[in-house]
């Protein structure tokens, strides 16, 4: 399977508690973003890296989310001191770079995290 | 101010008919690309189609075409003949070239029926 991977596919924490996910993108792909999803909305952008370089963060996003890419391949994505108000799917997605500045994202499966 | 929107909350469809989503954009970026994304039950997001701002001819992808009116700032996803498994979500994007981000709509909810 060369398409991009996310571990776990599920969490359930209680609050308070710290979670990390993981995602590997499609090995070519130098660009991967990580979203997060509730029900019934789309994906909400949470952060962007080219390599292994954060190039944007969501201004909404806390404090208490940190990420990471090391070497440029996977990620990690960190949530500290989990709320109620975290409970989402947090997507993941890479892309590579084409012509004329045309790309789009594929997907990862999803972590689906239920803090209780 | 919303930079998409999309009006249709639920979408009904005979099967082996067309239908259309809606989906409205916003930005003041010349160049920009446009994106319609599939989202069943499941929930992995999959990839229809793609407009360029300056690209001059709607994009087709076999069932999937994009009805792009720039003045309007308005690009509709057709589906041509509805199958049962288009029962899904439907997501617009959009990606300006001065930034990174993927903007989403709500998306559409769409059930074909048999």
């Known amino acids: 399977d060369t398409g991009v991977s996310q571990d776990p596919r599920h969490k359930i924490t209680k609050r308070g508690q710290n979670v990390t996910f993981r995602c590997d993108p499609i090995s070519e792909h130098n660009r991967l973003y990580w979203y997060r999803q509730t029900l019934g909305q789309g994906p909400e952008f949470l952060t962007y890296?080219?390599?292994?370089?954060?190039?944007?963060k969501s201004r909404l996003l806390s404090d208490r989310f940190s990420a990471e890419r090391p070497k440029g391949s996977f990620s990690t994505l960190e949530i500290q001191r989990t709320e109620q108000g975290d409970s989402a799917m947090y997507l993941c997605?890479?892309?590579?770079?084409?012509?004329?500045?045309?790309?789009?994202?594929?997907f990862g499966p999803g972590t689906r995290l239920t803090v209780t | 101010a919303q930079k998409i929107t999309q009006t249709q909350p639920g979408m009904f469809v005979q099967e082996k008919e067309a239908v259309t989503l809606d989906c409205t954009y916003d930005t003041s970026d010349p160049s920009y690309g446009l994106f319609w994304y599939k989202q069943p039950s499941s929930g992995e997001m999959i990839f229809l189609i793609y407009?360029?701002?300056?690209?001059?001819q709607n994009a087709t992808e076999g069932r999937y075409s994009l009805n792009f009116q720039k003045a309007r700032k308005s690009a509709n996803l057709v589906i041509s003949a509805s199958q049962l498994g288009d029962s899904a979500m439907y997501f617009c994007?959009?990606?300006?070239?001065?930034?990174?981000?993927?903007?989403f709509g709500t998306g559409t909810s769409l059930t074909v029926i048999p």
């Open positions: 997605a890479s892309s590579p770079r084409l012509a004329g500045g045309q790309y789009e994202q594929y």
């Open positions: 994007a959009m990606r300006e070239v001065t930034g990174n981000q993927f903007y």
């Open positions: 890296f080219q390599n292994e370089a954060q190039l944007e």
């Open positions: 407009q360029g701002s300056y690209d001059q």
